[in-house]
């Protein structure tokens, strides 16, 4: 795990085998529907066994995939039971994609036996192309048939696009007074298929006994500092959407607060896999920004520059650019004095008091050839810090994305 | 001139030959004062034979090089009568940066016998290390003996970096009462030296008698709409300066709108030369939103496509990926319905009213494969418009900013 990344307090956090279905009351399957051309295994479904407590988020984009507007509907009284999804086809700006939708999740739901409303829809892939509708229903018996308690890894696979491999995590968790329960989630990170775009879907689930409310609250706080705090390549999905089911399995649960700080890791967990799987990424880059005014601004500062094309570019040239840093704070829309900065390059301060520092640049460069890259920036002006996570900006990241894919 | 982009009123403007010398009363020269290790031109002199009315604008980057903090306080009276640039070393983090900016201009000021307060400075290159004030103050002589009429040219080369080439151009303006000026401009283009940033620099100049106040409007209404709608990469520099200086030297000058017309003429075609010429690229994108409520909202529209990464990568492989172009508009801030949207590639439709439109994929492919890729969005929302200028994302780009180079 990246320094400052994830919860500061790990206590009593136990990274455990498996994946969605580690905690009690979860079964899941994945399934080749035919939506994805290369015949891969597209259609995943994770069931819990009774109505579970839900919460969902979903993209910030105002081109939204009917996907995200009906998940949001469904989990709007915090409940679900099940989250059915389809890769392949992101069934965005499409004729009838609404319906479509709709049909998805009633199809689930018949199969299941359990009310509409408790099914929620994730969608990936392709955008503009109409969604073969039939060809998913024609498979849902599958891979209901198909849910087991083995089933998590399937169903991580069966949500990928062009990921390269699955990303999933569980942990446990046990408090001072004995308490304790699982929290696990699988992710698919940022992938294009032809006219698509990047794309995150994830799903939690726990054994711990939430209802919706807390259940919102618990996903609110760790996505804050998670996954909104990655960037592969600063373009915003038009279906990124996050669901955490609690199934309540939990024969003695563990305080919230634990439980709490297990979905946060598992969200840093899962958050760090997606950058690492980033479009052409050799490295990870985890850009901290300490001595802000307010974590906001920390937040801010660590955000520009871990967008910055020319940071990015320095990350994969491991070249302990700290001007580009500088230089990409100054954008951020934050008060600071330069005069009062000093960077970090691989943990070695490389600018201090905005004016260069003296050191060896090939033991930087050395310290920066790293499958982890750390830039830290400390602005003088406070207490506050905030990590932000990105990948190294590389010709086969263009080259993927300027493929004539159609 | 691409469509949409510079003063949609082109009466009475002629392109000439030359550069920054072409309006009357300016001389220039550009020598060699050993900062580039190339051995490069590198110490650039604009000057005009007497005090000139004079306006600039410098970058928003917090992070500030001195030399705009000067140039800005030495055109606060709306008067200058020399520019001097000095290309290698941006004299940016260093320490007695301010200091040696102050001596940049003292020099000058000695040389031509003006005040200090007459000279603005510009300088652009590598940043962080410390400026070598005593090469450019040994060359100030040299560069001054060799002021002429017909040094526009050796100037423009002399402020390069990583440019490819000079970037100049001249326009005579008539106006129907028999009214004529001549304004004229260079620049130097995005490019990269070692720990260094994307630069911007700008000289116009005119024999227009304007005065300061008068010249400052003018110049603040053509930067709005040229300078400030072109993105290389989204980083912005420490170091962007522009300045416009007026002699009065026109026998007969033409309507202020004329003038006006003209300033905006030579920033369009400046700005769409830096573009043309960004680091790896190979062909400009010419972003249109139209159809918006305001024009402020018709902007920030365009520049989210224009910077989105994917969007760029989409114009180098030229592929009609307009989904990516919703998809960046949706994150925009701005409100807009997704089912009233339209795009074209390449001037053709490829999406009507938010879903695909029936095309020839190989016919857009081939009406994007262009030196400049035209894509237009109208948002059905009213009349407002803006075009924002990109250029492709490669994977040149990449590999050029990921060099280790120092």
């Not at 990303?167 to 032809?194: P, S």
């Not at 640049?361 to 932000?388: K, Y």
């Amino acid at each position: 795990m990246i320094a400052g990344w994830g919860p500061t307090d790990r206590d009593g956090l136990t990274p455990i085998e498996g994946g969605v279905t580690a905690p009690g009351g979860f079964r899941a399957a994945g399934v080749v529907s035919g939506v994805k051309p290369s015949g891969k295994p597209d259609l995943a479904l994770v069931a819990a066994e009774a109505p579970a407590a839900a919460a969902v988020m979903t993209t910030t984009n105002l081109v939204t995939a009917s996907s995200c507007e009906l998940t949001q509907r469904h989990a709007a009284d915090g409940q679900a039971q099940a989250v059915v999804i389809n890769a392949g086809n992101a069934n965005v700006c499409t004729p009838n994609g609404e319906e479509h939708t709709r049909a998805l999740a009633a199809s689930a739901a018949e199969h299941l036996d359990v009310p509409d409303r408790d099914v929620l829809v994730m969608s990936t892939g392709v955008i503009g192309v109409p969604l073969p509708i039939d060809r998913i229903t024609d498979a849902m018996p599958t891979v209901v048939t198909e849910l087991s308690t083995d089933g998590g890894h399937a169903a991580a696979e069966a949500m990928l696009t062009t990921d390269t491999h699955t990303k999933e995590v569980a942990v446990e968790v046990t408090d001072a007074r004995g308490g304790r329960c699982v929290v696990a989630g699988m992710a698919k990170g940022v992938g294009m298929i032809e006219p698509a775009m990047a794309t995150l879907l994830v799903v939690l689930t726990t054994d711990a006994p939430l209802n919706g409310t807390i259940a919102r609250r618990v996903l609110t706080g760790a996505v804050r500092s998670t996954f909104n705090r990655i960037s592969v390549d600063g373009d915003g999905s038009t279906s990124d959407s996050i669901a955490l089911l609690a199934s309540g399995r939990a024969e003695q649960p563990p305080s919230l607060e634990a439980t709490g700080r297990a979905v946060h890791a598992v969200c840093a967990d899962l958050a760090e896999q997606v950058v690492a799987d980033g479009e052409g990424a050799t490295r990870v880059g985890a850009v901290t920004v300490t001595g802000a005014a307010t974590e906001a601004e920390a937040e801010k500062l660590a955000r520009a520059v871990a967008t910055s094309l020319l940071v990015r570019a320095a990350i994969h040239g491991a070249d302990p650019n700290w001007g580009r840093i500088l230089m990409a704070m100054g954008t951020a829309g934050v008060a600071f004095d330069p005069r009062r900065v000093s960077v970090t390059c691989g943990g070695i301060t490389v600018c201090r008091f905005g004016v260069a520092a003296s050191f060896d640049r090939g033991q930087v460069a050395a310290a920066m050839d790293r499958p982890v890259v750390e830039l830290g920036a400390d602005v003088g002006s406070g207490d506050a810090s905030a990590t932000v996570l990105t990948c190294d900006l590389t010709p086969e990241y263009v080259r993927f994305n300027a493929e004539y894919t159609t």
